[in-house]
């Protein structure tokens, strides 16, 4: 599945690791979407697990009011030192089970930096 035009890169998300269908990198590695698993109401927000079906995270908020929202983003803006801005819910904003983009300020190589950013935290 390319989304994105023709690239300087010869391989695509999909084709760089195709076991991880939870990450991908669009718009030639400076955007990444993740397949998240959301599990409001923790002691403090972490990254559960990095998983090739998703990444589950666990948010030190309730799901109320958009709390848990507001800290997923907040909370992946720091891990991947961005603003706030650069992190959008596309798809499931009151689901458990979202799609988050993060407009990187900066190339990723590939998709295993990505998992060494989340698993480092």
């Known amino acids: 599945m390319k989304q ?3 690239s300087n890169n010869s391989t695509t998300s999909t084709e760089s690791c195709s076991s ?3 990450i991908q990198l669009l718009k030639d590695n400076s955007v990444i979407q ?3 698993n959301i599990k409001p109401g923790a002691k403090e927000s972490k990254i559960a697990s990095v998983a090739s079906d998703e990444v589950g ?9 958009g709390e848990a929202n507001a800290e ?3 909370f992946l803006s720091k891990l991947f030192h961005v603003r706030k801005s650069n992190v959008t819910i596309l798809i499931g904003a009151k689901s458990r089970s979202k799609i988050v983009q993060i407009e990187m300020d900066y190339k990723i190589e590939n998709i295993e930096q990505v998992q060494q950013i989340l698993k480092a935290e």
């Open 4 to 6: 994105s035009k023709s």
């Open 20 to 22: 991880f269908k939870s």
């Open 34 to 36: 993740l397949l998240c």
């Open 57 to 65: 995270i666990q948010i030190a908020a309730p799901p109320v009011d």
């Open 72 to 74: 997923v983003i907040k």
